[in-house]
């Protein structure tokens, strides 16, 4: 079945250590996203990659970086600079040539900073 | 800016009962809408959506919501609820000027109880 991977679901961090958060989908998706869910906040969106070895800044870049070499992968780095990082966080994507916006979602990764 | 509003952060109800999910979106002009669930510590679903035609939409699951371009609203209804329906519920849009951008309201918890 196609779908959306994510890993770890749930990973400790000690601060100051970077951590990656892995996104893999078999949809033949060319876009992907990642978003952080913080409780009565909704979705706030942390970067994009509408093509491979492009991506952009969301509206909650800092602290965090990407990459985008294959198109099937789009990890998510947490680094030490992100002064807040305890959150759910949650990869998505859709077709690159579906013009209606509609996102595909993983089933999240629950990081907590000790 | 273009935005999608929830008002209601939380919405308690009793089984059986009828339920309405407000949301209203900023945009008078053509937009595409969805409504997803998501259950604890899970992703987000798709519930259902409005592209075009008629302005009624039904989920599989006793779910509907009108799309109502006067009002610009998209409010979710279920006129008997089950524990089971017990979710946050996101309602998303993608705005005219807004691109592919999915815009998402901030949720709203809904707690079914016996």
């Known amino acids: 079945d196609g779908g959306i991977t994510q890993s770890p679901k749930y990973l400790f961090r000690k601060e100051g250590q970077n951590v990656t958060l892995s996104c893999e989908q078999n949809?033949?998706?060319?876009?992907m996203y990642w978003y952080r869910q913080d409780p009565g906040q909704g979705l706030r969106l942390i970067y994009y990659?509408?093509?491979?070895?492009?991506?952009q800044k969301g509206d909650i870049a800092e602290g965090y970086s990407v990459s985008r070499e294959k198109k099937e992968s789009f990890p998510l780095t947490v680094t030490s600079a992100q002064k807040n990082p305890t959150a759910f966080y949650l990869c998505a994507s859709r077709p690159g040539d579906a013009n209606t916006g509609e996102l595909f979602f993983g089933e999240g990764s629950r990081l907590t900073v000790l | 800016a273009q935005s999608v509003t929830q008002l209601d952060s939380q919405v308690p109800v009793f089984e059986e009962a009828p339920v309405e999910l407000r949301c209203n979106y900023s945009s008078s002009v053509s937009v595409y809408l969805f409504w997803y669930v998501q259950y604890p510590n899970q992703g987000l679903q798709l519930l259902l959506k409005y592209l075009s035609g008629s302005t009624l939409v039904e989920s599989i699951n006793g779910f509907e919501a009108e799309f109502n371009k006067s009002q610009t609203s998209f409010h979710l209804r279920k006129p008997s609820v089950h524990i089971s329906d017990t979710a946050e519920y996101f309602c998303a849009g993608t705005l005219t000027g807004g691109g592919n951008k999915l815009t998402f309201g901030t949720g709203t918890q809904l707690k079914v109880e016996l």
């Open positions: 949809l033949n998706h060319d876009a």
């Open positions: 990659s509408q093509i491979v070895n492009d991506f």
